[in-house]
């Protein structure tokens, strides 16, 4: 079954016009997406590799019955683009746009909430369900395979590293989600932890984490808590970086002693939650919980 994703998933691309809102729309219809129309004001009537494009995220949907979009836009439009997608019924909004002003993330997060709908990112890598062969953003389809294992990451490059060694040790993934490397996010760890509780097809977790936030700890909460029941494992990013740097992504910094990785580890121990030092010991351990 999966999370999020489905077989009705109907994707527009706004910013389909652009080099990298047209590459990845032909990736993901050539994996199987429902790419259904994409979206660039003044390009109404046109058609990229097939597939139609309209001036409006409304003329979209009511034309394709959209329930999806992903945002291959600049930035500084990002936000506009995102709340143009949530005003017009969209319930699900990838955003793989990095260097997005902190204010409009979050923007995007409280429209997100207060139109009922699922925001992943900003600064992912998006979503794949190898079971059902749909994807949205710009996740390298070929290291996945159809599995057992959900993964959660804030790294986009460490999820496919994880998902690679997941499918050749045979265990594949049910769903993976890169829930993105900033501070602000729409969907985080425990929410997702949630979905893979109920989901039948998901038998363990991977957490991919790294320092910075506080999303790994309160998955160790909901584990301690009863809430997940289900078999987690981690692997943490940033072990030896240095106190008060940002390393690489905006939200991988330590403030205080919140987000250490000391004191990530410690609740992993506490919530009797396994975590990896290497790729190759986490998938070890997923074996051993599995």
């Known amino acids: ?40 004001p003044g390009a109404g009537g046109k058609d990229v590799n097939g597939v139609p494009v309209f001036d409006t995220v409304s003329e979209a949907v009511d034309a394709t019955d959209a329930n999806s979009s992903v945002l291959f836009v600049p930035p500084a439009a990002a936000l506009d683009a995102a709340l143009e997608a949530f005003n017009a019924g969209i319930k699900l909004v990838v955003a793989p746009p990095e260097n997005i002003p902190l204010h409009s993330e979050v923007r ?37 395979s159809p599995g057992k294992i959900g993964i ?48 039948s097809d998901t038998k363990a977790i991977l957490l991919v984490g790294e320092i910075g936030g506080s999303q790994e700890e309160e998955v160790a909460s909901m584990v301690l808590d009863g809430l997940i029941k289900k078999p987690v494992v981690a692997y943490m990013a940033g072990r030896y970086a240095p106190m008060g740097r940002k390393m690489g992504h905006a939200g991988a910094i330590v403030s205080g002693s919140g987000g250490s990785i000391e004191e990530k580890v410690a609740a992993f121990k506490k919530a009797g939650i396994p975590f990896g030092s290497t790729p190759r010991e986490t998938v070890r351990l997923i074996e051993e919980e599995m």
């Open 1 to 40: 079954m999966g999370i999020i994703l489905n077989k009705d998933t109907k994707v527009i691309v706004q910013g389909i016009t652009g080099r990298a809102g047209s590459m990845h729309a032909i990736t993901m219809l050539e994996y199987g997406t429902r790419v259904v129309g994409g979206v660039r």
């Open 108 to 144: 995007m997060v409280s429209a997100a909430r207060r139109s009922g709908a699922v925001l992943i990112g900003p600064n992912t890598a998006g979503i794949i369900d190898p079971m059902l062969k749909v994807k949205i953003g710009f996740v390298p389809n070929a290291v996945f």
């Open 152 to 199: 959660a990451s804030r790294s986009g490059t460490l999820m496919y590293e994880m998902a690679s060694r997941m499918s050749e040790a045979g265990l594949g993934e049910s769903t993976c989600v890169g829930v993105g490397g900033d501070p602000v996010q729409g969907l985080r760890f425990s929410q997702i932890c949630r979905l893979f509780e109920e989901d």
